[in-house]
T-cell receptor, first 116, second 114 residues
């Protein structure tokens, strides 16, 4: 069983288009995240949702809009795609209750977005 | 700005050798320090983590050494194997953030030669 899944795995699109990436976790976690990994492998948090509430928004352009319909899903919609948006986007989840050392973040397999 | 500096950027080790990756943080109180391992085409996965109230944590061949006064921590991989070849990220979680926020280091690409 896949713990954190993302769709699609690959996304190739033209500049200016709008696209969405979906994420689902079946771990019963209450917090979900979006990270961006650039071509140099640098991994940076974009958003975090706890119980469907936005907790972290790390100065991400407002072309990026996360949506959490329920605790198990966190989708990322990107408007007016730009060349610089090309990256691998990772969804992650964690359980924020209980002892902290158990609250690891579980990452999905990533979505490689290429903007032409 | 909160930062976690990681070195080296890449590392080549012979099979059976020791791989050492270092991280340092600046000025901000962090209270949770995980290390993540990422294989090509996969998402990062937790390898080992430590809190600053201990100076060392060992799990199998992997050890974290933590120096609170120097604000440095390192990952040691003993008896390195070709299957350890991956990118390793240190991370730090600021005090009070729960696990809402990790600040990742820039990554170290490890290659273990057979």
């Amino acid at each position: 069983d896949t713990a954190v899944s993302q769709t699609p795995k690959y996304l190739v699109t033209q500049m200016g288009n709008d696209k969405s990436i979906k994420c689902e976790q079946n771990l019963g976690h209450d917090t979900m995240y979006w990270y961006k990994q650039d071509s140099k492998k640098f991994l940076k948090i974009m958003f975090s949702y706890n119980n469907k509430e936005l907790i972290i928004n790390e100065t991400v352009p407002n072309r990026f809009s996360p949506k959490s319909p329920d605790k198990a899903h966190l989708n990322l919609h990107i408007n007016s795609l730009e060349l610089g948006d090309s990256a691998v986007y990772f969804c992650a989840s964690s359980r924020t209750s209980g002892a902290r050392l158990r609250n690891e973040q579980f990452f999905g397999p990533g979505t490689r977005l290429t903007v032409l | 700005q909160q930062q976690v500096k990681q070195s080296p950027q890449s590392l080549i080790v012979q099979k059976g050798g020791i791989s050492i990756i270092n991280c340092a943080y600046e000025n901000t109180a962090f209270d949770y320090f995980p290390w993540y391992q990422q294989f090509p085409g996969k998402g990062p996965a937790l390898l080992i983590a430590i809190r600053p109230d201990v100076s060392e944590k060992k799990e199998g061949r992997f050890t974290i050494s933590f120096n609170k006064s120097a604000k440095q921590f390192s990952l040691h991989i003993m008896d390195s194997q070709p299957g350890d070849s991956a990118t390793y990220f240190c991370a730090a979680s600021p005090t009070g953030s729960g696990t809402y926020k990790y600040i990742f280091g820039t990554g170290t690409r490890l290659k273990v030669l057979a």
